[in-house]
């Protein structure tokens, strides 16, 4: 494609609500465009190239693990997530509306409900299972402060997928198998990231993981073993429990539980007291949906101690309707891995995917029951898979950039490469561009020709911010016989013989 022809507004300009390299780069290479500020964009012909090259590996990937994409219906009438259960749950977070008719409908942050009622409804026999159906499509999340571009839009481009089983061994196959799957999808779109363990609620061991593109901008504190394999999200991790005496010092600390209905419950928590509360593990362990920390409490409903203190602090210390004991503290760095007595370490990851075992949470209330060997009627078995696709951009930027701009990787870059023509004037030059261009595009090679009547300078600053990997550069010394490469990732450049210049660009890129 030809620069001069290409809708590509690059700008100086950082947008003011800017922090992130990502968002910063997305918007002044033109690949995005914010609309009204909103935490919505607009995809320009680059960002989309990126997005659909991104979709395909996803895609691909997916296809070859025997996944069937399908694409569910935009807007989802609210019923369903009344069926569930989950209309009243999720909060302002869900965009609600009606249509003419005085129907209530909302915008799906998530699909389980729109894929069950797909499967309740045309799969009626054990003989159809398992089943894996996927979408790729457009997801919308009210936030109530939608930041850092792409990475927390409110609406978003994901790739969910759900999985239906007779029964939970199977679904704990295909669990295993898109772990697999997302794990070469990661590697082949060149991202650094760890596989993490992630709090799965009431279901609880490794019913959960997460999938975090490191960078040190991530939302997301977590727990790598220095020696073993072994990463977890902050909110699931646990560390060799530690060894207190009787007279460690202990703390108190006082909590509102929120619950379903509105129901309130004082809390306490006890833990050593140099140790912190994990706020999602006591939340879990009090069975909360939501914890504020409270001041003046009168009647405390349940008391949990840290497992920690199980040995020198009896229960019997404390008066409640309920006394028990869980992991609720906060692992720290340097604690002792359980798998192999390792160092633990802090890192800050993007979540990127995740993949859950569902078992029959939805199932079971929304009726997607199957017939089994005997004809009785069960409901099915289910996992569910997600990746943010439009997110996934902002992660490969935010580990792949310097100062200058963008450094795509290879299967995510809008084009292999480049080829900039220093001087519009100069014929030899705009020859010499035109054949490498064509050549190029002949072998198949997906290539932007840089021809717009711009002086060097300006191009070669696009081309940096852009982040295409390869340029090719054709200047002054074209009178010798010479042009030049240039790598973005480190901005190495190498003089090449003109006559060679095609056949070291197809090495560099095949
Ligand atoms: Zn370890």
């Known amino acids: 494609m030809r620069f001069s022809k290409l809708l590509i507004p690059t700008t100086k300009e950082t947008p003011n609500d800017a922090t992130l390299a990502s968002h910063i780069y997305l918007i002044r290479g033109g690949f995005i465009q914010s609309v009204g500020g ?24 997916l296809d070859k693990s025997g996944c069937q994409e399908v694409s569910l219906s935009f807007v989802t009438p609210a019923a369903l997530w009344q069926e569930s259960g989950r209309l009243e749950k999720y909060g302002k977070e869900l ?26 409804q045309s799969v009626k026999s054990y003989k159809q299972l398992p089943l894996n159906v996927y979408q790729i499509n457009l997801k919308f999340r009210d936030e109530i402060r939608p930041r850092f571009g792409l990475m927390r839009g409110r609406e978003f481009l994901m790739k969910d997928a759900y999985s239906f089983h007779t029964n939970t061994e199977d679904m704990q196959r295909e669990f295993a198998l898109m772990e697999e799957t997302y794990k070469r999808i990661f590697t082949r779109l060149g991202l650094d990231f760890r596989v993490v363990e992630a709090d799965s609620g009431a279901i609880g061991g490794s019913g959960s993981k997460e999938f975090m593109v490191l960078a040190d901008s991530g939302e997301d504190t977590i727990v790598v073993c220095e020696n073993c394999e072994y990463g977890a999200n902050i909110e699931a991790a646990i560390a060799k429990p530690k060894h207190y005496d009787a007279s460690t010092e202990v703390k108190v600390m006082h909590f509102k539980a929120f619950y379903d209905e509105g129901e309130t419950k004082y809390v306490n928590f006890v833990l050593p007291k140099d140790i912190q509360l994990q706020e999602t593990k006591a939340c879990n362990a009090v069975g909360a949906n939501d914890l504020i920390e409270a001041e003046n409490v009168d009647t405390v409903a349940i008391v949990v101690i840290d497992e920690a203190l199980k040995v020198n602090v009896p229960a019997s210390n404390y008066k409640a309707e309920e006394v028990h004991y869980a992991d609720i503290s906060s692992v720290c760095e340097g604690d002792t891995c359980v798998h192999c007595d390792g160092i633990l370490r802090y890192t800050k990851g993007i979540e990127a995917g995740h993949i859950f075992q569902l078992g029959t949470q939805y199932s079971k209330p929304l009726g997607c029951n199957f017939l089994d060997e005997n004809g009785k009627s069960v409901p099915m078995v289910m996992g569910t898979y997600g990746i943010g696709v439009s997110r996934l951009l902002a992660g490969i930027i935010e580990q792949n950039h310097d100062d200058k701009g963008c450094i795509w990787t290879k299967e995510s870059a809008p084009f292999d490469v480049q080829v900039i023509v220093s001087n519009i004037k100069d014929e030899a030059q705009v020859a010499l561009g035109e054949k490498v261009y064509q050549a190029l595009k002949e072998k198949n ?12 300078g300006p191009k070669i600053k696009d081309f940096e911010l852009l982040g295409i990997p390869y340029a090719v550069v054709i200047g002054k010394k074209l009178s010798d016989g010479m042009v030049e490469i240039i790598t973005r990732a480190g901005l190495e450049k190498e003089e090449i013989v003109a006559e060679n210049v095609v056949e070291s660009i197809i090495q560099k890129v095949l």
């Open 38 to 61: 909103s935490g919505l964009y607009n995809f320009l012909p680059l960002g989309k190239k990126v997005l659909d090259k991104v979709r395909a590996v996803v895609k691909e990937e």
């Open 95 to 120: 965009l609600r509306f009606k249509d003419r008719k005085n129907n209530d409908f909302i915008l799906g942050p998530t699909h389980e409900e729109m894929m069950v009622n797909l499967v309740r």
């Open 445 to 456: 090679i997906d290539v932007l020709l840089d021809d717009r009547k711009e002086r060097f």
